[in-house]
């Protein structure tokens, strides 16, 4: 997508051809940096840290890191400890878990002396393959958005971001909106601002921005009121997990939106690219969902009056908080679930009818 006109992606290599680029998601929306990432470490503490952030980039991401990693050493033992170290980075998004196996499946069987190129090939198409995913996405959501329109601007609402900066190209949930606002639909859409780290307010908005689709950024308790005025036509959000069954982990706050669509006559659909369906999981709550830092609720991160980007206490010194990253959206308030193949009910026969192939995925639950 664009950025002042220019288009990039969220990751690409540098021009050495090793070194990896990315966006510093932290800085955004005050700092557009792009920073070179040229080792294993670096990705596990760029991921960690959310430089890099969203399920399909973090996979991304991983899949570099690996490559970083056996250029620098090819043998088995790097190998097994850069695989085991990545895994680890965040526990909830499937995407990480899925590259890392196509990376292992790459590198495994071959000669120490020829991992190096064989895995910057296969992160190179790893990121393609992503860009292409999600522009189907965007195609299948688009013809959603064109039956849903109503001869007024078609109000979208989301939730966290599920854009480009999450992927490498489109973004999942964004894709259908920048494909129909290319396509000359009046779209407009509702950004959840997205707490406690403000993916919403910080890169949503910015990202729509930068492309010049119109929309607003409200506090995530201003959703349902919204939805009850009937000014959200439709919903459509991003997904860390989606389970064989078709329940559906993203981003917390999700969860409630779904319920106020429901309650509201509102669809819900969730932009689902097939590395972020776990055919492993059927059971909902095996899901492991991240808990992250306490201060990421006790404070917020903002451009502060010397132009600087930091940091404010926004509670009590003493207060305690809890911080779940995730949570799980019942496959009953999923209208459908916008895939690269198509739409498809959220339900095991609506995923298998468009991925026959995930039963026998390894280690998912029929195989
Ligand atoms: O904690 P984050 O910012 O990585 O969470 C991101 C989300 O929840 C996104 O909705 C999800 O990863 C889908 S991104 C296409």
Redesign the pocket.
């Known amino acids: 997508m664009r950025v002042g006109g220019t288009p990039y992606r969220s990751i690409f290599l540098d021009e050495d051809a090793w070194g990896v680029r990315v966006v510093d998601q932290t800085v955004l929306p005050h700092r557009f940096q792009l920073l070179r990432l040229e080792s294993a470490d670096d990705v596990v503490r760029a991921i960690r840290s ?1 430089v890099v ?6 996979g991304a991401a991983a899949a570099y890191g690996v490559a970083l990693a056996v250029r620098a050493d090819p043998s088995d033992a790097s190998l097994e400890d850069t695989l085991e170290r990545l895994a680890a980075t ?1 526990p ?2 499937v995407n990480l878990r899925w590259a890392l196996h196509r990376m292992d499946e790459v590198a495994r069987d071959l000669p120490p002396e020829l991992r190096a190129d064989a895995c910057y090939r296969e992160a190179a198409s790893l990121c393609d393959e992503d860009v292409e995913v999600n522009r189907a996405i965007g195609g299948h959501g688009l013809a959603i958005l064109h039956e849903l329109a109503v001869g007024r601007p078609l109000n979208v609402l989301t ?5 480009w900066l ?2 490498v190209d489109w ?3 964004t894709a259908p909106m920048y494909r129909a606002h290319d396509d000359g639909l009046d779209i407009h859409v509702w950004v959840d601002e997205t707490r406690p ?1 403000l ?1 919403g307010a910080a890169l949503t908005a910015w990202e729509l921005g930068q492309h010049g689709v119109p929309h607003t950024l409200i506090p995530d308790s201003a959703a349902a009121h919204l939805m009850s005025k009937g000014e959200v036509d439709v919903v459509i ?4 997990r989606t389970t064989a069954l078709g329940d559906v982990a ?2 917390i706050g ?1 969860y409630p939106l779904a319920l106020a669509a429901a309650d509201n006559g509102v669809p819900f659909y969730v ?1 689902a ?1 097939s590395p ?1 369906i776990d055919w492993q999981t059927e059971d909902a709550s095996r899901i492991p969902i ?1 808990q992250r830092d306490s201060d990421e609720v006790i404070s917020v991160r903002g451009l502060g009056p010397d132009d600087a980007v930091g940091v404010v206490r926004i509670a009590p010194e003493q207060t305690q908080a809890v911080n779940y ?2 949570d799980v959206t019942p496959r009953h308030l999923v209208t459908g679930l916008i895939t690269e193949r198509g739409v498809c009910d959220a339900s095991g026969e609506g995923l298998r009818r468009l991925f026959p192939e995930g039963e026998s995925a390894p280690g998912s639950e029929a195989s």
Not at 53 to 58: E, Q, V
Not at 159 to 163: F, L, S, V, Y
Not at 237 to 240: A, I
């Open positions: 959310m952030r969203g399920a399909p980039l973090i965040r909830t998004a939730h966290c971001n599920a854009g999450a992927t973004g999942t949930a780290r993916q959000v991003g997904t860390d993203n981003k999700t932009a690219p972020s991240e990253g995730f």
